[in-house]
């Protein structure tokens, strides 16, 4: 399974060699042997290029669970004590994952030499059992699951522009003002162009008409900073523009509850020495982290 799963993976018998530390001539007798086993054909194969059958692609699926278990057993054999070792796949939102995860992995990964990550960063709700990750970190309220969560602390969706723009045009006194000021939508897959307030303790959305409309939060920021308008953005991606006094926060008044943060994996791997390690590093992290954030 594992010498099959290399060849799936590195795309050719000759990098699944070198990957494996083994000659070509046994990986090819090796995945030979299991399809005669199997009575099945799970390597489509060309002189240019190699592909998974439909059959090797359940097989494959299967292959990555079963080692999964074996290496979770292995662990918990060994108990406390086993040192993390092996792939381990961690997801996060882009930009979040990119200011605060990242250091976190690399800290830890100087730790751990025997740990490889592959991270995924995007800004999407990862289904971690059907992407085959291992832990995730999340912003926003999380739906009851299986999945085993561990608070780290909170950001919160702010208002901000620059002082100057704010010089210029005046501070708006409550969300019904937005009309009157240029302002800056991120448009998201999945988040309209909505703007939402918490009024008479209610949440409100709000249909803000932003001359300009960009498909990325930096570019919103970097908007923001430049005194082209208002953006709403969540507090850690302006942090140390708030710091800096590049841009200030308005509406306070007005802001929604703040949304936790929490690192969440799925609990049949929390016997995983390499798991069970990277949460409690990726917490202590992200704890500091967010508690250093602007107020």
Known sequence: MTVFLAVADAGGFAAAARRLEMSAPTVTRSVAALERRLGALLLVRTTRSLRL????????????????????????????????????AI???????????MPAVLGYLRQHRQ??????????VVNLLDEDIDVAVRIGALPDSSLTAV???????????????????????DPEALHRFCTITAAMEGRGPQWRFLQDGQIRRL??????????????VMAAREG?????VVSYQVAPHLASGALQVVLRDFELPPLPVHVVYPEGRKSSAKVRSFVEFCVDALRRDLAALPA
């Open 53 to 88: 059958t439909e059959a090797g692609q359940r097989y494959a699926a299967d292959c990555r669970r079963i080692l999964e278990e074996v290496e979770q057993a292995d662990d918990a054999a060994a108990g406390a004590m086993a040192a993390p070792r092996g792939a381990l």
């Open 91 to 101: 997801t996060a939102p882009a930009l979040f994952g990119e200011l605060h995860v």
């Open 115 to 124: 740990v490889s990550v592959r991270t995924l960063l995007v800004d999407r």
């Open 151 to 173: 608070p780290v602390g909170h950001v919160r969706r702010v208002v901000c522009a620059s002082p100057d723009f704010l010089r210029v045009n005046g501070v708006p006194e």
């Open 207 to 220: 249909n803000v008409q932003s001359q300009l409309t960009v498909t990325s939060f930096q570019a919103a």
């Open 228 to 232: 082209w308008g208002l953006t709403q």
